[in-house]
């Protein structure tokens, strides 16, 4: 055993048993002394950012209490979160400008103009809350971020990144994080990113020899492209210098879900990011929970795209409320987990901003005004119900400034932000 207060202890340590390795979350033991003192003075805190969407908003009245701050009255959905209370902020009367319908959706994380998102195949976005954090803190991990669930994850020329897919990527993702290669599938992966990196700087080349005769149009559109190989450069030189170091060995067995299983795929992706998180193999997640058709819940017999589109017939809001209310339950079973998972002097939840919420508001009525925005941990000092004017709704991507300042990342605008919202404190 290794006395924690003398020695200190690799990273890359792992309990180790016949055929079994698990990896460790980030101890303090380490962490050279200096840097553990700095740590329980609070200097040293590592924090992560879970961004987690969902697609057809949340029934507005089971769900905003009247009464702000910590003592609110208990709504039928908040009484399922009711073990956390004190430990996230509900926001009302906050939305993003101009947004609107289900093709808002692309927007939710980069807060865009509206006029720049009118229709699934008119739309010009920016850089995305996940990759901007990413490009700031993610060099510190195996994974600068992860995008799951065909996450809305944007560059700065608006281009979409690839992730891991709502179906059938689970098991892409678990491989990814923690199956090592053989030796010599190792090798082959060395050689082929040393061959990428010299291929891509002959590209790159290139295409500046050609800018100089395009026209403005055209070196737009070059740069976008110029732009993607220097992401791709700069993944495949992070790729080398992870791909020999060992990946954390978990004790968990993923299954794909059929369709009607929404609320166990649910889970199992909330488990994915847990185990992500605790490995401390990435500090930034962007999770799209897709749950359009009929889930398997007593009492259901039509799909969540249906019943979210109620027109006020109560029967079929009776069938949302059950949806939407095995959806918190599950979100609830995530908080517990990232709360019963200490790092340090401080739980996962306390080190991991965690949003969750939705493009949509009312997606019967297909509009994106007072956006069902939960904010939990992250080391604020939590407020309970930040109630807004529900007419006249503040910018969401307000609440995205503050949040990136609490990474550590000082910006003074992102979207559509007017600044940062003041009324969210750090702990």
Do not use: C
Not at 360 to 376: C, D, K
């Amino acid at each position: 055993m290794i006395p924690l207060n003398t020695r200190l202890l690799s990273r890359r340590t792992m309990l180790r048993a016949t055929g079994v390795a698990i990896g460790l979350p980030l101890l303090d033991a380490m962490l050279p002394a200096g840097l553990r003192a700095e740590e329980k003075a609070g200097k040293l805190v590592p924090r992560r950012m879970v961004l987690i969407s969902r697609p057809l908003g949340t029934h507005a009245q089971f769900l905003f209490p009247e009464k702000a701050g910590l003592d609110y009255e208990s709504t039928r959905y908040l009484k399922l979160l009711d073990d956390h209370r004190g430990r996230f902020t509900l926001f009302s009367g906050l939305s993003h400008p101009g947004h609107a319908h289900h093709h808002s959706a692309p927007g939710l994380f980069t807060g865009v103009a509206g006029e720049f998102i009118r229709s699934e195949t008119d739309l010009r976005n920016t850089i995305s809350l996940d990759i901007l954090a990413a490009e700031q803190v993610g060099r510190e991990t195996r994974f600068p971020s992860l995008r799951l669930g065909d996450a809305y994850s944007y560059n700065r020329k608006g281009v979409r990144v690839p992730g891991f897919g709502a179906h059938g990527g689970s098991e892409a993702m678990f491989r990814q994080l923690f199956v090592d290669g053989t030796p010599a599938e190792i090798a082959r992966e060395v050689q082929r990113l040393r061959e990428g990196q010299s291929i891509l700087d002959g590209v790159r080349q290139q295409a500046r020899d050609l800018a100089r005769d395009l026209g403005a149009g055209d070196r737009e559109r070059l740069d976008i492209l110029l732009t993607s190989i220097r992401e791709a450069e700069e993944r495949l030189a992070q790729d080398e210098a992870w791909v020999n170091k060992p990946k954390p060995k978990v004790q968990y067995k993923t299954r794909e879900f059929q369709q009607p299983e929404l609320i166990e795929r649910s889970g199992q992706w909330y488990d994915l990011v847990h185990l992500a998180l605790q490995t401390d193999s990435t500090r930034i997640i962007n999770l799209n929970l897709f749950s359009h058709i009929q889930p398997k819940i007593d009492g259901v017999n039509m799909g969540h795209h249906e019943a979210s589109h109620h027109g006020q017939d109560e029967a079929k809001i009776e069938q949302l409320a059950k949806i939407e209310e095995a959806e918190y339950r599950v979100f609830n079973e995530f908080l517990a987990k990232l709360q019963g998972s200490s790092e340090g002097n401080e739980s996962l939840l306390d080190r991991t901003m965690v949003f969750h919420g939705s493009n949509l508001g009312n997606a019967s009525a297909h509009t994106s005004q007072n956006l069902p925005v939960i904010l939990a941990g992250g080391g604020f000092k939590h407020a309970g119900h930040v109630l807004y004017d529900r007419q006249k709704n503040r910018p969401l991507s307000n609440l995205f400034v503050r949040m990136l300042h609490q990474m550590g990342i000082e910006v003074d605008k992102f979207g559509t932000s007017t600044g940062a919202l003041s009324e969210l404190k750090s702990a």
